[in-house]
C-alpha cells in the first residue's frame, strides 16, 4: 500500500464522521472503544464527546449509585484527555440514567449532539446471555439513526502456570 495511504483514509473517515459519540463505561476497560475513536478520527475534522452514564437504581425509597460523582467524573476526564493527547477535539459529559434506560440516554445523547458515528464497546454478557436478555450495545445498533461502531474486547492476558519446582528456582 502507498505510503499516504493511511493518512488519506483517515482523512476521509474524518470528513465522512465529524460528530463522534463515545460511550464510555469503566476506563480500565474501555482501551479498546478509545483506540478505535483514535483510528476513526480525524485530527482537525472531527469532534469527539465521550459520554459515561452514572447508572442509578432504585434502592428502598431513594436513587443508589454503585459509584461516586468523582469517580464519574474521572472516567470522563481521563477518556478527555487521552483523546486530546491524540490530537482530538474532545469533550465529554456525565449523565445520570436509571438502570434500564442506558441505550435511550446514549440515542438521546447522539442526537443532541447530532453524531454521525457512535462508538460503543462489545456487550459484557456471554453469547448466550446477550441473545436471551438482549444488551445496551444491541439496543443501541438497533435504534440508532446513524451508523455504530462496536469495538472488539481485547483478550486478557493469560498468566503463565509453573510448577513448583520451576517457581522455587530448581532446575529438574
Request: net charge positive.
Amino acid at each position: 500500500m502507498p505510503d499516504g495511504w493511511q493518512s488519506d483514509t483517515k482523512a476521509k473517515w474524518g470528513a465522512m464522521f465529524a460528530r463522534i459519540l463515545v460511550a464510555i463505561d469503566d476506563f480500565n476497560q474501555s482501551q479498546a472503544v478509545l483506540d478505535l475513536v483514535k483510528d476513526v478520527a480525524a485530527p482537525g475534522a472531527s469532534e469527539v464527546r465521550a459520554l459515561h452514564l452514572r447508572v442509578r437504581e432504585v434502592s428502598g425509597f431513594g436513587w443508589y449509585s454503585r459509584e461516586t460523582k468523582k469517580d464519574a467524573s474521572f472516567v470522563a476526564d481521563a477518556a478527555t484527555f487521552e483523546l486530546r493527547m491524540a490530537g482530538l477535539a474532545a469533550g465529554a459529559g456525565v449523565r445520570y440514567v436509571a438502570v434500564d434506560r442506558v441505550a435511550e440516554a446514549i440515542l438521546a445523547e447522539a442526537r443532541a449532539f447530532e453524531a454521525d458515528l457512535i462508538v460503543l464497546g462489545r456487550p459484557r454478557r456471554g453469547e448466550m446471555l446477550t441473545r436471551l436478555f438482549g444488551s445496551v450495545t444491541l439496543r443501541v445498533i438497533r435504534r440508532s439513526s446513524c451508523p455504530v461502531l462496536v469495538a472488539q474486547r481485547r483478550p486478557r492476558a493469560k498468566k503463565a502456570i509453573s510448577s513448583d519446582a520451576s517457581a522455587r528456582g530448581n532446575q529438574p
